[in-house]
């Protein structure tokens, strides 16, 4: 039984460059999988490639057992659907407000009726604690409070596995604390898959359960374990300098 | 798993209503039970769920909805819609209410109209004099106009531009060639459409056609670009540098715009011309003659008056551009919205100012 993503001999890239070349790896139902590198190393590549908007070069994506990047019309739509994807930037609707953002998968997609979805897109930003702001615009709140109304809106299908991309940039370490306990939440009560890309070890060390760490120079995956794990016992020295430089910045 | 549809029974009984949910409570049997379950839980109504066998937010949401109700019990609560509940357990929905559109008296509406046209003018004025200023500056100094851009605007807006603007007076030639044709041949002066064509291309149609082209076609890019910018404070980023952006931004599209605007025109108008030239030999015209015609209709002033307006229209095109790009709000709709009204306002203008100088030349013998 593989996992709730499998990539198998992924070649990453666009335009025919390759970026990231023959990479495999599985993500497990119910964990929190951490994307992890240094910058310019493909981690947002690989993330478009997961969630379909990039055609691999070689090799195939499948999310429950099914290929994305074979799949065409409603097969593909149903794939779709069992995915959210929260934006670096949140890319919620300017002009809709952040109940409307969350009910538009669910208006598109289900014949629920009308107090139904204002029902469950309150539910939602309940979970997400912005229960008091489903009549504001995106304008009208903070950076943090977009972010989290992206994440309900990820959440709105009741997808299989959420993907967040660089979900702290841009945050203050609070807010960026109350983003990880949130998620660590969600994960524990929901059962929820989390792929999760970012570069921020404070988070990586709170939430992860695993992670993968990309090179630029070896277009590969160059460690694969827990965080812990990989600090302590691993035996490459970029690994080693990229976790331990990072830990000593943030212990000052 | 289409055996476990979702599926709502009602028994009625002296206790009142007793409404058995089962099968799959995801968004889709969800949706299809949902009306029904929520007009028979009655006050004093049992909902029996323990016939769920799955539920996904969905089905949590009607759970839940049926639980708020006054004097509604439900039964049998599968683990896991009480594993999703439970955020909810102290907290209630509000009713969200829909503030109902607020109706504007007619007196407020034409006020907030009127006032709207005045802050408009206002900024249109101060505008104007700021981007003149910066034109001027610019001529005097020309060490602080950013050329490489100017370049590009002009070949964006000018040289990209010439197969639109030469089929469209190549045909507006024509087209005007064959419609006076054949009337003014009932009186066999048709001869006199070379006359017809010619001053109406040099003194009205070269001009306009090619400032609504430029304002459909560069306008627009103008108020889009900087509009685009605002969004992502990019403006604000040029200003804390304590760049101006009318010097930044806008001098060198306007300047572009004046430069290239007068060129597109006489190149409209030699299209024109030739298009109905074209058509008038085809009705049987030797060249000799429509040459005659030609030089003997037309003279410096109709070439000069069409010259003139087109460098206004090519400071207004390029400057109504900019400016709405630089009133643009905040988000994606607001871009749409400035581009819509730069060319809205770029076409309204170019009649007005052209009929302007209808009344001018008129006045002036010119």
């Known amino acids: ?252 | 798993m289409a055996q476990d549809k979702a599926e709502l029974a009602v028994e009625r009984s002296e206790n009142g209503p007793r409404l058995s949910l089962k099968g799959r409570l995801d968004a889709a049997g969800s949706a299809a039970v949902w009306q029904r379950a929520v007009r028979e839980a009655q006050p004093g109504a049992v909902v029996d769920a323990s016939g769920v066998t799955y539920c996904d937010s969905a089905g949590a949401a009607l759970l839940y909805d049926l639980q708020q109700r006054n004097g509604v019990r439900i039964e049998g609560l599968p683990e896991e819609a009480k594993s999703l509940l439970k955020p909810y357990e102290k907290i209630e929905f509000p009713k969200l209410e829909k503030e109902p559109p607020r109706k504007e008296s007619a007196p407020t509406a034409i006020g907030r109209v009127a006032v709207g046209l005045v802050r408009d003018a206002r900024d249109q004025i101060i505008f104007t004099g700021q981007a003149s200023v910066a034109l001027i500056q610019g001529l005097f100094r020309p060490d602080l106009v950013r050329w490489r851009d100017m370049w590009h605007t002009f070949e964006t807006a000018g040289v990209n531009a010439l197969f639109i603007v030469g089929m469209i007076g190549f045909l507006t030639g024509m087209i005007m060639a064959f419609q006076s044709t054949v009337p003014l041949q009932q009186f066999g002066v048709d001869i006199f459409v070379v006359n017809l064509v010619a001053l109406a291309m040099l003194r009205e149609l070269g001009g306009i056609m090619t400032a609504i082209v430029l304002a459909g076609r560069s306008g627009s890019a103008f108020a889009a670009e900087i509009g685009t910018m605002k969004v992502n404070e990019e403006v604000d980023a040029l200003t804390t540098m304590g760049l101006d952006p009318v010097r930044f931004l806008v001098v060198p599209k306007v300047m572009a715009a004046i430069l290239v605007t007068p060129l597109l025109t006489i190149y409209a108008n030699v299209i024109g011309i030739a298009g109905g030239l074209m058509v008038v030999m085809l009705f049987g015209h030797p060249w000799a003659a429509v040459y005659n015609q030609l030089t003997g209709a037309v003279d410096l002033s109709d070439i000069a008056t069409g010259l003139i307006k087109s460098f206004f229209f090519g400071a207004l095109v390029g400057g109504i551009g900019c400016l709405r790009g630089l009133q643009t709000k905040i988000g994606a709709t607001a871009v749409g919205e400035s581009t819509t009204r730069a060319v809205v306002s770029g076409i309204t203008l170019i009649i007005v100012v052209d009929a302007i100088f209808a009344v001018v030349f008129w006045a002036t013998n010119f």
């Open chain 1, 1 to 252: 039984m593989g996992g709730i993503i499998e990539v198998r001999n992924l070649t990453a890239g666009y335009g025919g460059t390759a970026i990231l070349e023959n990479l495999t790896f599985d993500v497990h139902k119910g964990e929190i999988f951490v994307i992890l590198g240094g910058s310019g190393c493909g981690k947002s590549t690989l993330l478009k490639h997961l969630i379909g908007l990039l055609p691999p070069l070689e090799g195939d994506i499948l999310i429950e057992g099914k290929s994305l990047p074979k799949a065409e019309g409603r097969e593909r739509q149903a794939i779709l659907k069992r995915i959210g994807v929260s934006y670096q930037s949140g890319a919620l609707f300017g002009s809709m407000t952040l109940s409307e953002n969350v009910r538009l998968p669910l208006e598109e997609y289900t014949d629920l009726p009308n107090d139904a979805l204002d029902l469950i897109a309150w539910m939602k930003l309940k979970l997400v604690g912005l229960e008091n702001y489903v009549a504001s615009l995106p304008s009208e709140v903070s950076g943090g409070m977009q972010k989290r109304a992206a994440l309900a809106r990820a959440m709105a299908m009741d997808p299989a596995v959420v993907f967040l991309d660089e979900p702290s940039a841009g945050l203050d370490p609070i807010t960026s604390a109350d983003l990880d306990a949130l998620i660590l939440r969600l994960n524990k009560t929901l059962g929820m898959t989390f792929v999760i890309v970012t570069h921020e070890l404070p988070s990586i060390y709170a939430i992860a359960d695993r992670v993968i760490m990309l090179d630029k120079k070896t277009k590969g995956i160059i460690a694969e374990g827990k965080p812990d794990d990989l600090r302590d016992h691993s035996d490459n020295a970029f690994v080693r300098q990229f976790f331990h430089r990072e830990v000593t910045e943030v212990a000052e």
